[in-house]
């Protein structure tokens, strides 16, 4: 069964940081491209970014480019997102995903607020 795991967040003053984990199961990992996504009420659920099967080939979305970094260890099987500067606006539910697939993890709460 694929299983994908969300930790890390919780409650942060705006400029502080998190980091993200999403450990899977169930699956090649190995072989996957994996992707960050991210859902605050009233909003469309939105890609974050994204992360090559090697790990070599990365993108992010404009409105966290410069402050967030997506990482990945293979031989773990789990997937970061490092969020640097966070902002009231990066308040949401954020959800690991395997790229092309319709797999996701039960999401993890990210609230920036002062």
């Known amino acids: 069964q694929v299983q994908l795991a969300e930790s890390g967040g919780g409650l942060v003053q705006p400029g502080g940081s998190l980091r993200l984990s999403c450990s899977a199961s169930g699956f090649p990992f190995g072989g996957s491209a994996m992707r960050w996504y991210r859902q605050s009420p009233g909003n469309e659920r939105e890609l974050v970014a994204h992360i090559s099967e090697s790990g070599l080939f990365v993108s992010y979305a404009d409105f966290v480019k410069g402050r967030f970094t997506i990482s990945r260890d293979n031989a773990a099987h789990t997937v970061y997102l490092q969020m640097n500067r966070l902002e009231p606006e990066d308040t949401a539910v954020y959800y690991c995903?395997?790229?092309?697939?319709?797999?996701w993890g039960q999401g993890t709460q990210v609230i920036v607020s002062s």
């Open positions: 995903n395997v790229a092309y697939r319709d797999y």
